[in-house]
């Protein structure tokens, strides 16, 4: 029983009809996407230096967009060129890399694929959490936000925060967790069904902590949204207050990270279920969990070109006019 629905948990072979195309345009396309962003968001340090020559005025919210960028990239070229290797070889991930410690143990590479895709799952939606709380203290909380917000402070929580992602993915590896190879054999992740408690209680921790996070930002954007409201009925009707244009590209932060957060909690629930279902009710559809593995890899490819798309003039012009009426 524990290995039904799993018919590619042993294979050393690729399934036969599976094309690398997808694969190869999906890779294609989160690698062009993250480096665009990143040469607009240069672009845009570029032009926030000041008179002088002084060192750029970076906003802290350009400065956490950045890392998403290369942490999606970084995800992209660590994870792809394995994807691309196993149907190059036509081999299975448990099959390139070296076996694993007992026979019913995927290989390394198995094991180093499950746990970075539980890592560039879950970091992300850090990095969106740090922007949703970056927006609402900017808009509700001012003088806390200047005075204790820096960024030698982000310099250390980045980092840090990181870190004990990599720790809470690591489990797995540790025991608690384990992980699988899914078919067509070019993907591994952690086993969502089947298994006693060890097995599946680090899947519904994931699921939950996700879930969790995910809350936590639509609640920051709420608020956001009220704190923008607000300003907007207490300004004038006539004439340009001196603060409108900070109030824009609040505006503009509030928005795309709204966009951003609509496409990760999309990609991120279909995950969320499945591992509740496996874990309670023993749901061995492994197309359902293969489907939502994708789902969750389709998010570090959209972000950049909803970025990218946001920042064309045409598409800010046309949300400001929507926000202000």
């Not at 290995?3 to 890779?27: D, H």
């Not at 960028?69 to 691309?84: E, F, H, M, R």
């Amino acid at each position: 029983m524990e290995t039904e629905g799993y018919r590619c948990r042993s294979s050393r072979y690729i399934e036969s009809g599976q094309s690398a195309v997808p694969s190869s345009v999906l890779f294609a396309a989160g690698l062009l996407g993250n480096v665009l962003a990143l040469l607009l968001l240069g672009q845009h340090r570029r032009r926030s230096r000041s008179p002088g020559g002084r060192p750029p005025r970076v906003s802290a919210f350009y400065v956490l967009v950045s890392g998403l960028a290369v942490t999606d990239l970084l995800g992209k070229c660590l994870l792809s060129p394995i994807v691309l290797a196993a149907y190059a070889y036509n081999r299975s991930l448990s099959e390139l890399g070296p076996g694993g410690r007992g026979e019913d143990e995927p290989g390394v590479l198995c094991q180093l694929f499950a746990f970075l895709m539980a890592f560039f799952g879950l970091a992300p939606t850090l990095l969106l959490l740090a922007m949703a709380l970056e927006c609402w203290l900017s808009l509700g909380h001012p003088y806390f936000y200047r005075r204790h917000l820096t960024r030698r402070l982000g310099a250390t929580l980045g980092p840090a925060a990181a870190g004990l992602c990599a720790l809470f993915c690591a489990l797995p590896l540790l025991g608690f967790g384990a992980p699988m190879q899914y078919c067509p054999g070019t993907w591994c992740f952690i086993r969502m069904a089947g298994g006693g408690p060890r097995q599946l209680g680090f899947p519904v921790l994931y699921a939950s902590l996700m879930g969790l996070l995910v809350l936590a930002i639509v609640a920051c954007n709420v608020s956001s949204m009220r704190h923008l409201y607000g300003m907007a009925r207490r300004q004038p009707r006539r004439g340009t207050p001196p603060a409108a244009a900070p109030r824009m590209e609040e505006l503009d932060h509030l928005v795309l990270l709204g966009l951003m957060t609509v496409l990760f909690t999309v990609c991120s629930l279909p995950l969320i279920i499945r591992a509740y279902m496996g874990a309670f009710a023993a749901d061995f559809n492994e197309n359902a969990d293969l489907s939502a593995l994708r789902f969750l890899s389709v998010n570090s490819i959209v972000d950049p070109w909803v970025f990218i798309i946001f920042r064309t003039s045409v598409f800010r012009t046309f949300v400001r006019r929507v926000c202000r009426r």
